[in-house]
């Protein structure tokens, strides 16, 4: 075999495996036989071999090239011409092509030459975001993890260009891997590039909403059960959880009246602080109608609790206190008051769905006096939601995580 005059060497960029394992690792959750495990880091291209690499050949989503019967030297010629000719994924296939064969004919040296071929080559290669992803003032957004698990906001997409010195030219039917390089998603595998160097996938599902979520696109070019992936060649587009910021507030309604829960509210900010949360304290006279509106999860009054801040989360409290009554027995009254004391506590988003709630009911106090019993089963209410919140911490973190 003939090999191709060896351009100085630059790290290998490629990772050559069989498109299997590229197309479908992202989303597939198949064992592999004993017999493919034995083949993976075997030479050059370290992969395996795969009966699935055939069904995703035959569907060929990213183009393909005829190279039935042609020798190693024809291939070379043919990735010659395309190139030439501006076809640069059929070129770059037909250096797979003639790659696979050299790793077949164990021929070392052939194998090296195209590989530094392919990678002067893609040298010329950019991949930018799509105009969704790109603020105002030109940098790249960073996207909302929770819409994206919903199949909303921006997904990823990208163009894939080949530059002339001051000009660039889209590239076509180049299959652009995506893969989540942070958490878990499930995502297109792959998807080609249409006329205009185009390629954008589709999020399904997020493993964890509460990490950060980072997917990666890169090129893969394949031909003949094997692929070349250009993997220093990539554009990550990243999706951020709700920040970590709780804004508390709350309201205590007894027969004596209304007031802020600000005793009961230090209790929820120190559980919360044990779940990485940073809390605020609403700031202002909390008018208890706009409260309970916000309670129930209505938006706006939701928004108008945040003021200015930018909270991921509203933690609200409400403890209720019935009028207290004298104890009786067998006929006699006692100086003893009795008030039965209950709260419910709401973790919402901004947008007002409800992550958590906690609540309790029938915590009852006592004292000398209608105050003293109110009071008393203010305190039982407090020390219930300590407790409640202390038992749930697992309840908690898994709620954050869907």
Not at 96 to 105: E, G, L, Q, T
Request: net charge negative; with cysteine.
């Amino acid at each position: 075999m003939k090999s191709l005059s060896r351009a100085s060497r630059a790290p290998i960029l490629a990772v050559f495996a069989l498109a299997a394992l590229f197309f479908a690792s992202c989303v597939s959750t198949e064992p592999r036989s004993a017999d493919d495990a034995g083949r993976e880091g075997t030479g050059p291209l370290s992969g395996q071999f795969s009966r699935e690499e055939q069904a995703l050949n035959g569907a060929k989503a990213a183009g393909g090239i005829d190279s039935a019967g042609l020798d190693y030297e024809a291939l070379l010629r043919r990735a010659e011409e395309s190139l030439e000719f501006n076809r640069f994924s059929e070129g770059i296939r037909y250096y797979v092509a003639a790659m696979a064969r050299a790793y077949k004919a164990g021929d070392q040296a052939a194998l090296d030459s195209i590989s530094d071929t392919i990678n002067e080559i893609a040298g010329r290669l950019s991949i930018e975001p799509h105009e969704s992803w790109i603020a105002g003032d030109g940098t790249q957004v960073v996207a909302d993890i929770r819409a994206a698990a919903k199949g909303q906001g921006p997904m990823p997409a990208v163009y894939l260009y080949e530059s002339y010195g001051s000009a660039k030219a889209p590239v076509r039917d180049a299959a652009i891997r995506f893969a989540a390089q942070q958490n878990g998603a499930t995502i297109s595998p792959a998807v080609s590039t249409d006329s205009k160097g185009l390629a954008n996938a589709s999020i399904s599902a997020v493993a964890r909403l509460d990490e950060p979520l980072v997917v990666r696109a890169y090129p893969v070019f394949s031909a003949e059960g094997f692929s070349f992936a250009l993997n220093d060649i990539f554009r990550d587009f990243s999706y951020a959880p709700p920040p970590r910021i709780a804004l508390v507030a709350g309201i205590e309604r007894t027969s004596l009246g209304t007031r802020d829960a600000a005793g009961s509210l230090d209790g929820v900010a120190t559980a919360l602080k044990a779940y990485g949360f940073e809390s605020v304290p609403y700031n202002g006279m909390l008018a208890p109608e706009r409260f309970m509106a916000a309670y129930g999860g209505e938006r706006a009054s939701i928004n108008a609790l945040a003021g200015g801040a930018s909270p991921g989360y509203f933690a609200l409290l409400l403890v209720e206190v019935g009028a207290p009554s004298q104890m009786q027995y067998q006929g006699k009254v006692y100086n003893i008051y009795l008030a039965d004391s209950a709260f419910t506590l709401r973790i919402l988003r901004p947008d007002g769905s409800l992550v958590y709630a906690e609540a309790r009911q029938g915590l009852r106090g006592q004292g000398g006096s209608e105050r003293a019993a109110i009071d008393d089963a203010l305190v039982k209410a407090r020390e219930a939601l300590s407790a409640a919140l202390g038992e749930s911490g697992s309840k908690i973190r898994a709620a954050l995580a869907d």
